[in-house]
C-alpha cells in the first residue's frame, strides 16, 4: 500500500490494454495513460486499417477474373475518400471498443503522456504525479528513417498513408519489409504505379527464399517496378509532385514517397534513463523473460521491448505480465514457432523455421515443395502461382517450418500453427485426409515420389 495505483501502464495499445485488464481482473488498481489514440498502432496505424485496405485492393482482380467466370462487370470506379472515410468508421468504433473494454475492468484511463519520475512514479503531461507499485512501459515503435537524405521531410510513413487526401497515382516506397511490400502491393492493385526501392537484392530478408521469390515475381507481374541495391539520394518538391533522385542516378517524379525502411522503439523521452532502465543498442527495453527490465518495478510488453514486433505477441506478452505480476503464477511467452502473414496480393503465410534456418540448425532436412495454379485462376487465365513448402528434420520427421504464398495462405498458417506447436510430424501430415477441392490438401498430398519432393542432398531435383 501507499502507492496512487497498484499497476500504471504507460501507452494503451494491445499488449498495455490487455495488461491492464487483466490486472485488474486480478484485483490491481490500473491506470492507464495514452496520448495518442486508445487502440495503438495495430487499430489506429497499422494491422486493422491496412487489412481494410488490403481487402479493398483485392476487389480490382475480382472484377476481371470474372469474366472468365460468365460475369460481365461493367465499368468500375474507385473513390479513395470513401474508403478512407469507411476506415476511419471502422477504427473509431474499435478504438471505443477498446475503451469499453478498459473501462469495464475498472481501470482508469487519463489521455495524456506520461513520463516515469523514478521507479515508482510516474508524471503526467498535466503535471500530476501518480505513484504505482509496478509500471508497465507499452509505448510501441514508430516509423524510423537511417537515412537522413537531403528533402526527407517530404516523405511519409505508414502512420500518414492511411489518410492522404488524394489519391498517390505514382508511389515510390523505400523498404522490402513487411510495411514497404504490403503496401506497395495494395497501392499497386488500387491502380498506383508503384516502384519500389531496397537496399537488399531482394524483398523480405527473413523469409523462405522460395516465398521471397514468388512474392517479387507476383508482385511484378501486378505491375510493382522493383529497384534493388537502390535507394533515394535526394528529395526535391515540384509543386504537389515529388522529384526523387536514387542512388544509381535516375530521378522518379511521384505523388507520394513512402518511407519504409524501420521502426524503432519508443522510449526517448520517457525518464527510463533517468529511472536506471536499460535500454540496448536500438533503443529497445532490455526484457527478462518475464518481461522484466534491468529495474524491479518496471516491466515492458511488445514492440518497445523490440523481441517479436507483432501484436499477439504484445498481447501474450502483457497477460503474461499480469499472471506473473498480479496473478501469482509465473508465465513466460513462448517466442517460438510464432505464424505471420505478409498481407500482399498473394499473401505469404508462414509458420516455423525457413529452410535456411532448418539447413543451420539440423543435419537432415527434407524439403517438400508444390508449385501450381490455383483452381480460381483456370477459368480467369490470371497468371498466378501458389507455393507451398513444407520443411522438415529429417531424422525425427518433425515438421519444423511451414511457408505458403497463395490465397488465404495467412489463415493457413494460423491453423498450421497448431499442429506444429503441438510437434507434429511430416508423418502426422500424411495421415490427415486431403479436403477436396482445396489449396490446402496440398500439404497433406505431398509425398516422397518424383516432383513432389527433395532430399537436402539433391538440391537439383525441384520439379514445380
Ligand atoms: P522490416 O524490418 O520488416 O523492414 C525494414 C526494411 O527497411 C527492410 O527492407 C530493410 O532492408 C530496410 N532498411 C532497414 N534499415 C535500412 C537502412 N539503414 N537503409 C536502407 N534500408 C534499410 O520493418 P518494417 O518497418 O517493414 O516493419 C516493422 C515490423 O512491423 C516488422 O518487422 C513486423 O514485425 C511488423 N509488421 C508486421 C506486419 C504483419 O504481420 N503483416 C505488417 C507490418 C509490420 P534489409 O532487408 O536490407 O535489412
Redesign the pocket.
Known amino acids: 500500500m501507499g502507492f496512487d495505483v497498484d499497476l500504471f501502464v504507460i501507452g494503451a495499445g494491445s499488449g498495455g490494454v490487455r495488461a491492464a485488464r487483466i490486472a485488474a481482473d486480478y484485483g490491481a488498481r490500473v491506470m492507464v495513460a495514452e496520448e495518442f489514440r486508445i487502440g495503438g498502432t495495430c487499430v489506429i496505424r497499422?494491422?486493422v486499417p491496412?487489412k481494410l485496405l488490403v481487402y479493398a485492393s483485392r476487389f480490382a482482380d475480382d472484377f476481371e477474373d470474372a469474366a472468365g467466370y460468365g460475369w460481365s462487370v461493367g465499368e468500375t470506379t474507385f473513390d479513395w475518400p470513401s474508403l478512407v472515410a469507411a476506415k476511419e468508421k471502422e477504427i473509431t468504433r474499435l478504438s471505443a471498443a477498446y475503451r469499453a473494454n478498459l473501462e469495464r475492468s475498472g481501470a482508469a484511463i487519463v489521455e495524456e503522456r506520461a513520463r516515469l519520475e523514478g521507479a515508482q512514479a510516474v508524471r503526467l503531461a498535466s503535471g500530476r504525479l501518480v505513484t504505482a507499485k509496478h509500471i508497465l512501459v507499452a509505448t510501441g515503435a514508430r516509423?524510423d528513417y537511417?537515412?537522413a537524405i537531403p528533402g526527407v521531410e517530404h516523405a511519409i510513413s505508414s502512420n500518414e498513408i492511411f489518410d492522404l487526401e488524394t489519391f498517390p497515382n505514382r508511389l515510390l516506397v523505400?523498404?522490402?519489409?513487411?510495411?514497404?511490400v504490403?503496401f506497395a502491393s495494395l497501392f499497386a492493385k488500387l491502380g498506383a504505379d508503384v516502384t519500389l526501392t531496397?537496399?537488399?537484392s531482394n524483398?523480405?530478408?527473413s523469409f523462405d527464399e522460395d516465398m521471397r521469390e514468388g512474392l517479387r515475381d507476383a508482385l511484378s507481374r501486378a505491375g510493382v517496378k522493383f529497384r534493388f541495391g537502390c535507394?533515394p539520394t535526394h528529395v526535391e518538391k515540384r509543386g504537389a509532385a515529388l522529384e526523387v533522385t536514387l542512388s544509381d542516378g535516375e530521378t522518379l517524379v511521384v505523388d507520394q514517397f513512402l518511407n519504409?525502411?524501420?521502426?524503432r522503439p519508443n522510449t526517448e523521452d520517457l525518464g527510463l534513463e533517468k529511472a536506471g532502465v536499460a535500454l540496448d543498442a536500438v533503443g529497445a527495453v532490455k526484457v527478462d523473460a518475464y518481461s522484466q527490465s534491468s529495474v524491479g518495478s518496471v516491466h515492458a510488453v511488445g514492440?518497445v521491448t523490440n523481441r517479436?514486433?507483432?501484436t499477439p505477441v504484445a498481447i501474450r506478452e502483457g497477460h503474461a505480465f499480469a499472471d506473473t505480476v498480479f496473478g501469482g503464477k509465473k508465465v513466460a511467452v513462448d517466442h517460438r514457432n510464432v505464424p505471420?502473414?505478409?498481407?500482399t496480393t498473394p499473401e505469404i503465410g508462414a509458420v516455423g523455421l525457413t529452410e535456411a534456418q532448418a539447413r543451420a540448425r539440423h543435419r537432415v532436412v527434407d524439403i517438400y515443395r508444390a508449385n501450381f495454379t490455383p483452381m480460381k485462376a483456370t477459368l480467369s487465365g490470371r497468371p498466378e502461382r501458389t507455393i507451398m513448402k513444407i520443411v522438415v528434420d529429417g531424422e525425427t520427421d518433425r515438421v519444423l517450418g511451414v511457408h505458403i504464398l497463395g490465397h488465404e495462405a495467412g489463415e493457413m498458417a494460423q491453423l498450421l500453427g497448431i499442429a506444429i506447436k503441438m510437434g507434429a510430424t511430416k508423418a502426422d501430415f500424411d495421415a490427415t485426409v486431403a479436403l477436396h477441392p482445396t489449396a490446402a490438401e496440398e500439404l497433406v498430398t505431398m509425398r516422397k515420389r518424383a516432383g513432389r519432393y527433395e532430399r537436402a542432398e539433391d538440391e537439383s531435383a525441384y520439379v514445380p
Do not use: T
Open positions: 497499422g494491422c491496412k516509423p537511417p537515412l523505400a523498404g522490402g519489409g513487411y510495411i514497404g504490403e531496397a537496399r537488399a524483398i523480405l530478408r535507394l519504409a525502411v524501420g521502426r514492440d517479436l514486433n507483432l505471420s502473414a505478409v498481407f
